[in-house]
């Protein structure tokens, strides 16, 4: 994680001058690398990072410090939360600069046509992988990370990692499984 | 590939194929709601437990950008600096407060006084300047008419 120190909200939430530098001078590379990522990621103009880096600090800033009042140091550090808030503004940003909606009208009628819903569909039964294990497996085989990098990412052993592999495909070869087939 | 990933690989399609929801039909893969950004960054920093995780896992397992985000915050990577445009724009954004007006008056005020200081100072020295020039030109003037010895005459010069 990255490491930092506190931060004074409530001298910031004042409109003190020098505390609001000093937060920009401290956290604008992490917001910036945020947005810069998200654009990367989604395919944009990295130009456009500055722009979004400066509508965070809008954001954060607007109607009174509230988005700011929201950071609890009890649960992140600030540069973690920033991240987090940098990300989903970038995103917001990107959405909405998606290609125009067509009316429905002009669209095709492919397009707008409600899919059949295959019996399949209907026989996952809820909870048969655990929201850790469905992480897990996307990270494995829809990420090609290893169980090193997927321990580090959560916070986990390896092994913890392999081992909730091994459980959660076990339960799926035995939803799959033909009935009255071997598992 | 060992046999073994490419079962579970196989396995895994399936389970997301068939687990995706369709439109309109609530749960399932894929529609758990997006973290508050607290929650999330919490759960960045592994400091929630398993329960409260629960949800921010289901929605990471389906965000790839949220768990590259993740991936880079657990590598502890530094961030680049930021372009200086974007630090003197944001710091823009909070305005530094007004003065006083009692402090915009006493700053006024000794603006003032250091004009008269300045002032009176230059007139006083130039007024001395002009009282001395005024005796060294008698004196010399006296001398070229009378000449440094006197009346007498033996020193003029012409």
Known sequence: MVQDGPLDIARLRRGDKPAWDAFVARFAGIIHAAVAGVLQRTGRDLNEASDLAQDVFVRLCKDDYRLLGQYDPARASPATWLTVVARSVALDAVRRRRAPSVTLDDAPEAAIAVAAIEPTRLRIPAGLLSPRQELILTMLYDRDMDPTEIGATLGIDPQTVRSMHHKALTRLRGHFAPPGGDV | ?158
């Open chain 2, 1 to 158: 590939m060992t046999d073994i990933e490419r079962d579970g690989l196989d396995l895994w399609r399936r389970y997301r194929a068939a687990a995706r929801p369709a439109s309109g039909i609530p749960g399932g893969f894929g529609s758990a709601p997006e973290p508050a950004s607290a929650l999330l960054a919490a759960y960045l920093e592994h400091r929630l437990d398993e329960a409260e995780a629960a949800p921010v896992e289901a929605w990471l397992a389906h965000n790839p950008d949220a768990i590259i985000l993740l991936s880079e915050l657990s590598s502890n990577a530094s961030a680049p600096p930021a372009p200086l445009g974007l630090i003197r724009q944001a710091r823009g954004l909070v305005a530094a407060p007004p003065r006083p007006a009692w402090r915009q008056a006493m700053a006024w005020a000794s603006v003032a006084a250091s004009l008269l200081i300045v002032g009176t100072t230059g007139f006083l020295a130039g007024h001395d300047a002009v009282d001395r020039s005024e005796a060294i030109a008698t004196i010399v003037g006296g001398d070229l008419i009378d000449g440094p010895g006197g009346g007498d005459g033996d020193g003029a010069v012409f």
